[in-house]
T-cell receptor, first 104, second 119 residues
Framework: VVLTQSPGTLSLSPGERATLSCRAS???????LAWYQQKPGQAPRLLIF???SRATGIPDRFRGSGSGTDFTLTISRLEPEDFAVYYC??????FGQGTKLEIK | QVQLVQSGAEVKKPGASVKVSCKAS????????IAWVRQAPGQGLEWMGW??????????AQTLQGRVSLTTDTSTSTAYMELRSLRSDDTAVYYC???FGEGDAFDIWGQGTVVTVSS
């Protein structure tokens, strides 16, 4: 399985809505689909597991959805601290190449 | 609090080996597996392997088979990653992470260990 994230870079302003895509090369179980946020110089942080469950302490502006081959991470209203790189992951072993969310 | 604390930065020559430690605290070590992930400079995340802290079973990335070994010491709640025959493209930040059992997602990460391979 290959995970392809799009876009590679997303330029938005605080307060806007961000939609990040993760597409699998074949149908996968949403049970094993996770999303992470990584800021420069920091370890990744788990945001979403099981395609749509928020990890402990993650604000409800982060929402995961999708099934089969298409999964989405939506950030409803961007806060300044949300600008980072986001990775999707399948079954622990496969990571997408990442989407960089930058301030416009 | 629940945390994973990794050993410090390493500089190695090509062909050498490196062993990175990851000490767990704040939870029962043998309840959750530990995964290792690395990140080359400016690149994405690469899964290296996984070890069951309960029985020592391992699963390694095919690209690293034969060069990587994952072990644990349950008496000290510490996991180890050894990488042999180092090459310059092994230069990366190495992370350990706890697989908390929900869809193989990693909920706790170590702070990362920089390994530099240079002659």
């Amino acid at each position: 399985v290959v995970l392809t994230q799009s876009p590679g870079t997303l330029s938005l302003s605080p307060g806007e809505r961000a939609t990040l895509s993760c597409r699998a090369s074949q149908s996968v179980s949403g049970t094993y689909l996770a999303w992470y946020q990584q800021k420069p110089g920091q370890a990744p942080r788990l945001l979403i597991f099981g395609a749509s469950s928020r990890a402990t302490g993650i604000p409800d502006r982060f929402r995961g959805s999708g099934s089969g081959t298409d999964f989405t991470l939506t950030i409803s209203r961007l806060e300044p601290e949300d600008f980072a790189v986001y990775y999707c992951q399948q079954s622990g072993e496969i990571f997408g190449q990442g989407t960089k969310l930058e301030i416009k | 609090q629940v945390q994973l604390v990794q050993s410090g930065a390493e500089v190695k020559k090509p062909g050498a080996s490196v062993k990175v430690s990851c000490k767990a605290s704040g939870y029962t070590f043998t309840t959750y597996s530990i995964a290792w992930v690395r990140q080359a400079p400016g690149q994405g995340l690469e899964w290296m392997g996984w070890i069951s802290t309960y029985n020592g079973n391992t699963n390694y990335a095919q690209t690293l088979q034969g060069r990587v070994s994952l072990t644990t010491d349950t008496s000290t709640s510490t996991a180890y990653m050894e990488l042999r025959s180092l090459r310059s493209d092994d230069t990366a930040v190495y992370y350990c992470a706890r697989d908390f059992g929900e869809g193989d997602a990693f909920d706790i990460w170590g702070q990362g260990t920089v390994v530099t391979v240079s002659s």
